[in-house]
């Protein structure tokens, strides 16, 4: 039977009708939320149920024929889904939640299906114990001991835990450790663990494992360099930038108006004794019953600290009114305080920040024309293999034009990264160990494409084997499985496979993570979000899947995407139609139509 996965802990709890599942979780779940942990339930119920009431509104609609009845209020909302047909299966449920959101999926029922468990047991029942049938159960909670010989034969077993049916505490211990990941949830005869997060076949890494031996080899690069405020569009910080001066600098209008004091609102009318314009002040403290009249920006003179709009004043030579009936005023209004945007010392921009257009002009209203920026990552790329032909020459026989450098060097060139084109290498061992000796002497990483397949050329891994350490990975993901990933002469190097629109995925999930690592951002995560399907998006079980799609919003404003069409791993096309990837993930056999799918936004990185 097929694992059972989430991309967080799953964990069920197996019992015999009248055991109590409900009830336990029930007085659980209190003890679960205050120790800060976010919970989902899934239920399996084995009749008919009905969650809505007769005569509501959103009862009427559904029994009027409405397959999907959304209901939502300010503080909850449900979605109700008619399945005439057929029964949802636990992976499409558990990809129903929004797993961002929880640490933990707990699983009433489902007791047949193959993930980890607690066996309920209570010998009143009278039923009799799952665990030596059910190798997924980790732990047994029972109100007698646990048989060690005849009903359960665990003489050759190692023993399970055994836990205090009615100490909920100890239960409630038992779940915890079981999150955090202390609970060995793999038994003996079991030849691959039950740990919900070992969602890959023997001998392939998951994407998220992949992606995380590659980060724990990246080192920070440590140069750095001063440039020109213009110049540093698009660099990373490379020290936090700390404000000189109060921003603004002193309490100042935002509006066109009167400035009066806010303990002086009583007036009927005031004396207009100065007016004054941006960059020039009114340098005698304001006296009741006197009103300055002043331009947005200006500074407020003293003992002032509230400014009535132009529109709502009247002024008659050195007198003026103001209109009560359409605004009242409040002491303190229109005016914005020194120091407000930025106060003196604090950071302006932290280091590991990308500078965009508000960053410098940011950096500008402090007086700061240069900043100290990271050096440019320079990454060497080279394509391999002697099929492969520079576009605008003659297409030779059984050859084909190199599109890979193109799409690397313009995703490297988005990433802020300095390029080395090293050209195409062709199929010899002294031609690689040259190229690859070039690249370590030149670049801060190191990027091939093709040769790193299984059946490929072994010079290839001679040569990477002579001149560092290198591992040749198959990731569980499509498109994309082979990846090459390690050292030239201490250089990080990526091998990536050879077809166009596998080396683009590759990069937007190992390359570029590891590129802002090295740029000094800590914890830099792409942009997902959650949108509806429109279409049935395939998937194999256990394996991550890239679609190429297209993401708009329909006329309720819901976030929707369908695929580019024909999605081969040399199609192009698909790419360049694209604005987003649909990440169907491992757990999620298929995504129907309807279902939530995770998509990544393309723009800004390709």
Request: glycine share 8%; aromatic share 4%; proline share 6%.
């Amino acid at each position: 039977m097929n694992q059972i996965h989430a991309t967080l802990p799953l964990l069920g709890f197996a019992a015999f009708s009248g055991t109590g599942k409900t009830t336990l979780l029930e007085a659980m779940l209190p003890k679960l939320v205050a120790r800060g942990i976010r919970v989902a339930v899934i239920k399996h119920a084995h009749h008919d149920f009905d969650i809505d009431q007769p005569g509501k509104d959103s009862y009427r609609l559904r029994k009027a024929g409405a397959s999907q009845m959304l209901i939502s209020s300010r503080c909850r909302r449900a979605l109700v889904t008619e399945t005439p047909d057929e029964e949802a299966t636990l992976p499409h449920l558990i990809a129903q939640l929004d797993q961002t959101q929880l640490d933990l999926i707990l699983v009433e029922g489902f007791k047949k299906l193959s993930f980890p468990k607690i066996e309920l047991h209570r010998a009143e029942v009278g039923k009799p114990w799952l665990h030596p049938t059910d190798n997924n159960i980790i732990a047994v909670a029972a109100n007698v001991p646990v048989p060690a010989s005849g009903s359960a034969p665990l003489a050759e077993k190692a023993p399970l835990p055994q836990l205090d049916i009615n100490n909920l505490e100890q239960i409630t211990d038992f779940v915890v450790s079981f999150i955090q990941g202390e609970v060995n949830a793999t038994k003996p005869e079991q030849p691959q663990g039950l740990q919900c997060g070992d969602l890959t076949p023997q001998g392939m890494l998951s994407v998220a494992e992949g992606r995380e031996r590659i980060l724990g080899h990246i080192v920070p690069l440590a140069q750095s360099q001063t440039v020109d405020l213009k110049a540093a569009l698009g660099q990373i910080v490379a020290h936090d930038v700390i404000s000189p001066v109060n921003v603004p600098q002193h309490t100042n209008s935002a509006m066109d108006g009167y400035a009066i004091r806010g303990d002086d609102l009583t007036c009927e009318s005031y004396q207009v004794v100065a007016h004054v314009m941006a960059g020039h002040s009114y340098n005698l403290p304001l006296e009741k019953g006197q009103a300055v009249r002043i331009m947005t920006g200006a500074a407020v003179p003293e003992c002032a600290d509230t400014v009535v709009m132009r529109e709502q004043a009247e002024q008659l030579d050195n007198t003026v009114r103001f209109d009560l009936t359409m605004a009242a005023i409040h002491p303190g209004q229109n005016v914005r305080q020194a120091g407000e945007d930025l106060a003196l010392g604090q950071t302006a921009v932290a280091a590991g920040s990308k500078i965009t257009a508000p960053e410098l002009g940011m950096i500008a209203s402090l007086g700061i024309n240069q900043v100290t920026v990271k050096k440019p990552v320079r990454v060497a790329i080279f394509s391999t293999g002697d099929e492969v032909q520079h576009p605008g020459a003659v297409q030779q026989n059984n050859c084909i034009y190199d599109a890979n450098r193109y799409t690397l060097h313009a995703m490297l060139t988005q990433a802020g990264c300095e390029v080395i084109d090293l050209g195409i290498i062709e199929d010899n061992e002294a031609a690689l160990e040259a190229t690859l000796q070039q690249g370590s002497d030149q670049a801060d990483l190191i990027l091939s494409s093709g040769g790193v397949s299984v059946g490929d050329a072994d010079y290839i891994k001679t040569v990477l084997d002579k001149l560092g350490q290198i591992n040749f990975w198959r990731i569980n993901m499509r498109p994309g499985r082979p990846l090459a990933f390690g050292q030239i002469n201490d250089t990080p190097f990526f091998g990536l496979p050879g077809n166009p629109v596998a080396v683009m995925v590759v990069f937007l999930q190992f390359v570029e993570p590891a590129i802002r690592k090295l740029q000094g951002i800590t914890d830099w995560q792409p942009q997902v979000f959650n949108a509806i399907a429109t279409e049935r998006f395939r998937s194999r079980p256990n394996r991550t899947e890239y679609t190429r799609g297209i993401f708009s919003f329909d006329a309720n404003g819901r976030l929707i995407v369908k695929s580019t069409g024909q999605q081969g791993s040399g199609i192009l096309r698909s790419m360049s139609e694209a604005n987003c990837l649909v990440e169907v993930l491992p757990e999620q056999t298929n995504a129907e139509i309807g279902d939530l799918v995770h998509i990544i936004p393309l723009q800004g990185r390709i």
